[in-house]
């Protein structure tokens, strides 16, 4: 089942602007993982953030998590039409690594 | 990064026959692969979870009879799709992961229509 929920579900911007999408969640995790699919294809791990840590960088990217509200937010700064994809957060609740995913965020990035 | 292969790419197959698709970590052994559905515009559903050597782990509301499920070594994972019917057309996906590893790795998906 899904366990994670996503918003907003669509969004659209400017190449250079930031890209901002959350992930809510109602059970406790070992870990939330963020990950991207281009259209038609597998998905690609982006950043993991453990259920100690509050932030963490990768390149552009910046995601946060707040284990008191449930809650996770990923940020794609300076976003370029290449960052066009869906983003999916997935969480780890079991030892097995069994990912639950959100229903997705689809960012597109008009040059 | 850890590399999975999933073949193949697309298939189209006639309702009534089975359909196999495969699941490959091509330079690293999987002690479990996931199996998921996905509808278009949809998230991701996990399927079945399968280890090596044993049968696999299906979620609920996942008929094992009609999704077979093998993990015959540690590198490749096989899902058929018994007497496949249209409703079965869908985005299928698998990942694998190395153990004590938590990201997972994900093949390219299987687009598979049933007509």
């Known amino acids: 089942s899904q366990q994670g929920e996503e918003d907003p579900q669509a969004l659209s911007i400017q190449e250079g602007e930031n890209a901002t999408m959350n992930c809510s969640y109602k059970t406790s995790i070992n870990n939330l993982q963020w990950y991207r699919q281009n259209s038609g294809r597998g998905l690609v791990h982006l950043i993991l953030i453990r259920s100690n840590e509050r932030e963490k960088h990768s390149g552009r990217l910046r995601v946060t998590l707040d284990t008191s509200k449930k809650s996770s937010s990923l940020l794609i700064t300076a976003s370029r039409a290449a960052d066009t994809a869906s983003y999916f957060c997935a969480l780890t609740t079991d030892s097995w690594g069994k990912l639950q995913f959100g229903a997705g965020t689809q960012v597109v990035v008009t040059p | 990064g850890a590399v999975v292969s999933q073949h193949p790419s697309r298939v189209i197959c006639k309702s009534g026959t089975s359909v196999k698709i495969e699941c490959r970590s091509l330079?690293?052994?999987?002690?479990?692969m996931f199996w998921y559905r996905q509808f278009p515009k949809q998230s991701l559903m996990l399927m079945a979870t399968s280890n090596e050597g044993s049968k696999a782990t299906y979620e609920q509301g996942v008929e094992k009879d009609k999704f077979l499920i093998n993990h015959a070594s540690l590198t490749l994972s096989t899902l058929t799709v018994t007497s496949a019917h249209p409703e079965d057309s869908s985005f299928y996906i698998c990942s694998a992961r190395i153990d004590r590893v938590i990201e997972a790795f994900f093949g390219q998906g299987t687009r598979l229509t049933v007509v």
């Open positions: 330079d690293f052994q999987a002690t479990t």
